[in-house]
């Protein structure tokens, strides 16, 4: 595919990606059954599906009564019958990919990645992009080169049957699955990050640094995509070995990060620096991408016409759109993998149910430091 017709596929995608997040902002509720007809039919196809009695007709409240929120604990059985050969245990068609987490948080997690998944997943990079472009007038986005500095897609293979199916970090993923769906060729800068391997001193990132300013040299950026520290820890590099920063040496508009909680705090203001452009903070793992920035709140807005939210507040699951200003819960996702998975991730809706922050996991310490956080904001209001 030439890179004239990768530039207007990828537009037409984000185009119409942009008009359905939109719509599904202004009526969240049909936006979020649409979502779920679009899942049972797959749903009801696997094992899980079967012993859960899922129908591809059913509404909201049936599937919420016959699935119940599960973290990946739960799951895990059933990935290692997938793993044994047993695809039809959670998935309808074979993965291409397994995602695996670093285990910092606990015991690392392989997560499958099908086809109709990577779609999914590229779609959401696709209309946060348009909204970018379209809201802060930056069309030369597309097209342009990006700067994604990330870990190894491919740290080994898993067998099922008689396929091998690689396994790797999502960001080197990300990137892969970029190259494949777009047509843009990273596949020289992929294999140098793979040859490197998992390792985080010093001389493995520089490593991974050289590598990325290779594959752009001589090429336009204009954005930038990335984990918040990756991004910095490359631009820092940038300038001691060219004395400059990224926004100096390429006109990049758009800067989206995700991959830590307290973006806003702990990194904007130093990636602005060095960057320019506008931050795009993201909210995603290893299971998808959920969120976005919308407009100049510096707020993250769920994808409602992709994946279907709930929230746990207290002892009720509710639906996140039925979420209100002020209020504090733990997320529950599904995905075109997994029913009702409970991300562990604690949510905190600053307007009914469009902006929100997620300060991390669902933990007694992020709940003590959100307690203590709200404690200090309202005293110094006071004065």
């Given at each position: ?344 991730d604690l949510v905190v ?8 922050r997620i300060p991390g ?15 200090l904001r309202g005293l110094?209001?006071?004065?």
């Open positions: 595919m030439g890179e004239e017709a990768s530039t207007s596929r990828i537009l037409r995608m984000a185009e119409e990606g942009l008009r359905s997040w939109l719509s599904s902002l202004e009526e969240p509720e049909e936006a979020q059954a649409r979502v779920l007809e679009k899942l049972l039919p797959s749903y009801a196809r696997t094992s899980y599906g079967r012993e859960h009695g899922l129908e591809p007709d059913m509404d909201i409240e049936e599937y919420k009564a016959s699935v119940p929120p599960r973290p990946y604990e739960g799951f895990r059985p059933y990935i290692a019958r997938v793993l044994g050969g047993d695809i039809g245990a959670l998935l309808i068609e074979e993965p291409m990919f397994f995602g695996v987490t670093s285990g910092t948080t606990g015991p690392p997690k392989l997560i499958p990645i099908t086809e109709a998944d990577a779609r999914t997943r590229i779609s959401v990079m696709a209309k946060g992009m348009a909204r970018y472009a379209s809201y802060w007038g930056d069309p030369d986005v597309f097209g342009a080169a990006c700067l994604a500095p990330c870990l190894p897609s491919r740290l080994g293979e898993v067998r099922i049957g008689e396929r091998a199916v690689p396994y790797g970090y999502i960001s080197g993923i990300y990137v892969e699955l970029i190259s494949r769906f777009t047509g843009l060729s990273l596949e020289a800068y992929m294999e140098k990050v793979n040859e490197i391997g998992p390792g985080t001193r010093k001389n493995d990132w520089e490593g991974r640094f050289r590598a990325l300013l290779d594959v752009l040299e001589g090429l336009e950026v204009r954005s930038a995509m990335g984990a918040a520290p990756a991004l910095w820890m490359f631009a820092r590099w940038l300038r001691r070995r060219e004395k400059a920063w990224p926004g100096e040496k390429w006109r990049i508009g758009m800067v989206l990060c995700a991959g830590v909680p307290h973006i806003w705090e702990s990194y904007a203001g130093d990636l602005s620096r060095m960057y320019g452009g506008v931050l795009m903070e993201a909210y995603g793992a290893t299971e998808g991408m959920f969120a976005l920035r919308l407009d100049e709140e510096p707020y993250l807005v769920p994808f409602y016409d992709t994946y279907l939210f709930e929230v746990r507040v207290g002892k009720e699951v509710k639906m996140l759109y039925e979420m209100r200003a002020g209020e504090v819960g733990s997320l529950v996702i599904s995905t075109p993998i997994f029913p009702r998975y409970e991300i562990r809706c600053y307007a009914d149910g469009l902006y929100f996991r669902d933990r007694l310490r992020t709940r003590m430091w959100l307690s203590l956080s709200r404690f110094a209001s006071s004065f």
